[in-house]
């Protein structure tokens, strides 16, 4: 149900109120990351003997690394999706809600991994992790999709073709290399764990030709509406 009463300075501040609330969230769900990491207790302490205990942590740091881009990543991506609303309607608190929750999972999870991450017989920690990640992808695909549809009348402004296309592209890529990496680990763990390290790259160089022309699309559109405004 769209909220068409509410006067404009009124739906400003109720969007507000979304945004802060899923700051808050993520801001959460980072603080929690890195509750799972304890300060090592070692009896007779040396200088050897501590660097050894941390060192026996660096996988659950790299577990913490791992999330602590994941979790800031969807939340950039939240942060553009919501940079082209102007209203909101109960079904987009909602679906809000619904990608918030495998957001604030992705702490235990990442916890459950880091934890087993020696044992490179389980494969169960990684693949609950993996699925939380998938996820949190389906979701924000979900809500990009409700928000970038006209139809619900809820933008700033039409957003192109590309720019659509973009944002499931950005929000599948994660996901996608995550799955591969889990079907690889289950023959080799040590190349599958690798192959998010590659996720940067393909969200950079993966579709540059449509970014590009999605820039140009929003450029143009740019110029158009300040032509009209001058007139």
């Not at 109720?14 to 700051?23: A, E, K, N, V």
């Not at 073709?161 to 080799?188: C, H, M």
């Amino acid at each position: 149900m769209a909220q068409a009463g509410h006067s404009a300075n009124k739906n400003h501040f109720q969007l507000d109120r979304i945004s802060f609330f899923t700051d808050g969230v993520f801001a959460i769900a980072i603080t929690l990351l890195v509750i799972e990491f304890k300060v090592p207790v070692v009896e007779h302490p040396t200088d050897a003997l501590l660097w050894d205990r941390l060192a026996h942590m660096g996988l659950l740091l790299l577990g913490f690394l791992i999330s602590f881009c994941i979790v800031g990543y969807y939340w950039s991506v939240h942060h553009r999706i919501f940079g082209y609303v102007e209203k909101y309607t109960s079904r987009l608190i909602w679906l809000n809600l619904m990608f918030l929750f495998p957001v604030v999972l992705l702490p235990f999870t990442s916890g459950l991994l880091g934890e087993y991450a020696s044992e490179t017989h389980l494969h169960l920690p990684y693949g609950i992790y993996v699925a939380n990640i998938c996820l949190t992808a389906l979701m924000n695909a979900i809500l990009w999709f409700y928000v970038s549809n006209p139809k619900h009348q809820i933008l700033t402004h039409e957003i192109s073709k590309e720019r659509i296309l973009l944002g499931f592209y950005f929000t599948l890529v994660v996901p996608i290399l995550f799955v591969i990496s889990f079907l690889v680990s289950l023959y080799d763990t040590t190349i599958g764990r690798l192959i998010p390290i590659l996720i940067p790259i393909v969200l950079k160089y993966g579709l540059t030709g449509l970014t590009k022309r999605a820039f140009a699309n929003e450029k143009k559109q740019d110029h158009i509406s300040a032509s009209s405004e001058s007139h």
